[in-house]
């Protein structure tokens, strides 16, 4: 940040807000926010009020799960699977030539990334609005029944005011996550003319080597992060609905033959929209040679790196996390006594969350501005890439630890007190045995976010520092389309296996809580 902001004064002069080049980026970077974050929300909220109406639907469950995989998936893979479908070789395009229509559907530019953002954000709004809608009081329902009301009378009364709270903070969230989209940029923009600010700043560097022009969109990227951020802290969370009775909630509408056709017609659309890119992804990459693909030294030496990288990034994440969360528990029992350890103790909570506010293809044009008076930056590439990745996964590994270390610390106060066991003798008696199992699960989950990342390794890879993604991405831009399938289908089977390794035995964990408890 420092070295961003030192290097933003010093290029001032040569590269300004009034640049026609950063202004039409600026201006593409939010159009494109906004146009997916309306299309991902207008899309969800029937979706939402479908399946929230249909619990009896067949295959329920499996939608409802169907929709978490696109925000545990790899971006780049989602891309694959919707070039599958929706590329000039893809299924769609195939059916219009079958049926004599020979000029066939692009998905590059603008419309392609506004969907690739909708299948990644739809089902994200989607599970969030269904959670809110399923916590509806019985009570509701009871007096909508009464009244006789109809279905649009259901949704003006009862429905709109849920998903009216609820729809700021998705609608912020969505907007964040597509205005510091790379990857999808990258692969489906289809030239200058769909370019982010996330995308320039890689080309500034990686190809135009222009190191003030690339300051100067990354401040503009932390300005517009800071902006969005701030106006999320206006939403006000949710209104409670307050005690109620707790009977089985028992909804009026959707019984109708006509309702259930058209819930079952929408869901059936929703679940072919997020499952055949998927599925496209599953057989293409069982088409390519997989066996042969394994064995390629290519694909050894980026699958070694690719894991060394993720491992130590897990694990430098894991730690920092750790420290941290130890660090303001210790400051807690001090902190109304000193203006200091106050201080510091926000200071430690606002860097846990520093990667929200600066995105890692920023962070990593700040490190790489650091490192050129001492040479070539790539150079250090995989130091560089580890730290991002470590800093990348920070927030939602102290989400896993934080609350397993908060119980754990509750129950074994006394003991470790008793004991007379402090440092790193509590640490190995009391500590690891009891938060091993959040631990391994942070670490699973931060091992399958780098695994996926190819921002910071796009403007730091080369043929000597090569991971999966980057070799997926390679083999795409050569038109080795085959080859790039069968490697995204390793690597999503990779990243599959550490989210299952990362969730397994919760259920056990959550059933012990609550019998301690």
Known sequence: MLVLLAAGIESGGETTLTDPYLLRVLRFTLLQATLSTLLSIALAIPVARALARQPRFPGRLWLIRLMAVPMGLPVL???LGLLGIWGRQGLLNQALAAIGLSQPVSIYGLAGILLAHVFFNMPLACRLMLAGLERVPAEYWLVAGGLGMRPASVFRFIEWPVLRGLIPGIAGLIFMLCATSFTLVLILGGGPAATTLEVAIYQALRFDFDPARAVMLSLLQIVVTVAILGAMTLFRAPDDHGLTSGRTLRRIDGRMPAARWADAALLSGAALFLGLPLASVVVAGLEANLAK???????????ATSLAIALAAGLLAVLISFAIIRARSAISAGRRNSVGLHGLAIALSGSSSLILLVPP????TGWFLALRPLGDPSRFAAILIVIVNALMALPFVIRVIEPAYAVHRRRTERLAASLGLHGVSRLRLIDWPGLRKPFFTALSFAMALSLGDLGTVALFGSDSLMTLPWLVYSKLGSYRTNDADGYALILGLVCLLLTIAG????GT?????????
């Open 361 to 364: 293809i920023v962070l990593a």
């Open 77 to 79: 893979i989602g891309a």
């Open 503 to 506: 969730t397994a035995g919760q």
């Open 509 to 517: 964990d959550d059933h012990e809580s609550r019998r301690h408890d």
């Open 293 to 303: 693909l394994a064995i390629q030294p290519i694909f050894l030496q980026a699958a």
